[in-house]
């Protein structure tokens, strides 16, 4: 009787969301940038790390592109591994580099090619923009101010897209993809905030309520 209970709950309970956090670099694109102090690669792989605990913490099911900090994942590989889990968002994470300042966000509007590859689909462009507008006024409100809004642009506006049409990682993706840039760490006012514990508690509860409002988890 407990078993066919179980089984019969399974059934019936909804499935989990799948998120797969992908913490950007090392990959063909390099180490990623760094401030002073602090480097885009230890500073994102530390936020996606605790941003997918707290998500597993509320009911979703969390996938990652890297299993440590140092590992090196092609961009063509991280999509592959956010549509082999079938995600319901493959949120990359990135820290800027330049002179402005603040939380970014990224989104496929129209498709881009990369080698032999076209993409995404006109669904995961729909998808990926519907993502987006939830995510990025949730995660600015998260911040509570401590990052600039640096504003929700498309892939078109950053150098790789801007030559391709759309990102690597977004060409690739059969899944809903957003990009952030959560700040920009050769800004030292950025640094000082991606430095800070108060400032990555907001930057991590910003990935958090962005995913909640982009991929809502069912009703109970
Ligand atoms: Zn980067």
């Not at 990052?147 to 950053?158: I, P, Q």
């Not at 514990?197 to 809502?216: D, Y």
Request: overall charge positive; charged content about 20%.
């Amino acid at each position: 009787m407990i078993v066919s209970t179980l089984v019969a709950a399974s059934l019936i309970a909804p499935a989990k969301p799948v998120i797969c956090i992908d913490p950007g670099h090392p990959s063909e694109n390099g180490v990623g940038t760094r401030g002073k102090e602090v480097t885009e690669v230890q500073l994102v792989w530390d936020l996606g790390v605790e941003a997918g605990k707290r998500l597993r913490g509320l009911g979703y099911s969390v996938v990652f592109t890297k299993s440590k900090v140092g590992e090196k994942v092609t961009n063509a590989r991280r999509a592959e591994i956010a549509n082999e889990a079938k995600a319901n968002l493959l949120l990359r994470l990135h820290a800027d580099a330049g002179n402005h300042s603040g939380w970014a966000t990224f989104y496929p509007d129209r498709k881009g090619t990369v080698g032999k590859s076209t993409g995404p689909s006109d669904a995961v462009i729909k998808s990926s923009t519907a993502a987006a507008k939830a995510f990025h006024p949730a995660a600015i409100k998260a911040l509570g101010g401590v990052l600039k809004d640096a504003g929700l642009k498309t892939d078109r506006a950053t150098n790789i897209g801007g030559k391709q049409g759309a990102l690597t990682g977004s060409i690739l993706s059969q899944v809903p993809v957003l990009l952030v840039e959560v700040c920009v760490l050769t800004n030292p006012s950025d640094e000082k905030v991606a430095k800070s514990k108060e400032g990555r508690e907001a930057m991590v509860k910003a990935l958090v309520a962005g995913t909640q409002a982009a991929v809502p988890l069912p009703k109970k």
